[in-house]
T-cell receptor
């Protein structure tokens, strides 16, 4: 069966520091991969999605970037965090092709102080 | 206007009642519809997935899609306190290869 791992679960970082959140998927190949952000009490905002290695689309211009160095690895990064980057970050995978439902990791709660 | 709209709630019901959740969408290109349940500080969990108009039932959960009205619903029968969570609807269209989520409805089932 497929599983998705996302870490760390919580993170407190000072303003101006770098960020690296990692997500890996097991049990499937060539998945679609997604990064979402969820502000408190709000819905999910799609940040990046990827249909293959080094194929990444950005949905929102911002202080963040994403990379997919391996088929089942998706990384969210920032060179210098802003206070507004605080939120709940979720990685998800989808089967592609039929490309419908997405399956989520447990999320990373990021607080920028 | 958001492409998928959802009342944020909270929706409070007594244990055993039917929970009724709704979403509307604006883009007729959406083809697939999903409901997710999200507990506090956790990732969303897929509950139901539907494609065509009509009903789909899975245990205590029933998902309804009315494409003519651009309206999707989720019903939870015999609600339990463990059903207390935020419920997110989502819609998918092939162009763009991504899901669009509603803002979520918070549900409280009181014992």
């Amino acid at each position: 069966s497929q599983t998705i791992h996302q870490w760390p679960a919580t993170l407190v970082q000072p303003v101006g520091s770098p960020l690296s959140l990692e997500c890996t998927v097991e049990g499937t190949s060539n998945p679609n991969l997604y990064w979402y952000r969820q502000a408190a009490g709000r819905g999910l905002q799609l940040l990046f999605y990827s249909i293959g290695i080094d194929q990444i689309s950005s949905e929102v211009p911002q202080n963040l970037s994403a990379s997919r160095p391996q088929d089942r690895q998706f990384i969210l990064s920032s060179k210098k965090l802003l206070l507004s980057d605080s939120g709940f970050y979720l990685c998800a995978w989808g089967a592609g092709g039929r490309g419908t439902e997405a399956f989520f990791g447990q999320g990373t709660r990021l607080t920028v102080v | 206007q958001k492409e998928v709209e959802q009342d944020p709630g909270p929706l409070s019901v007594p244990e055993g009642a039917i929970v009724s959740l709704n979403c509307t969408y604006s883009n007729s290109a959406f083809q697939y519809f999903m409901w997710y349940r999200q507990y506090s500080r956790k990732g969303p969990e897929l509950l139901m997935y539907t494609y065509s108009s009509g009903n789909k039932e899975d245990g205590r959960f029933t998902a309804q899609v009315d494409k003519s009205s651009k309206y999707i619903s989720l019903f939870i029968r015999d609600s339990q306190p463990s059903d207390s969570a935020t419920y997110l609807c989502a819609a998918y269209k092939a162009a763009g290869n991504k899901l669009t989520f509603g803002g979520g409805t918070r549900v409280l089932v009181k014992p």
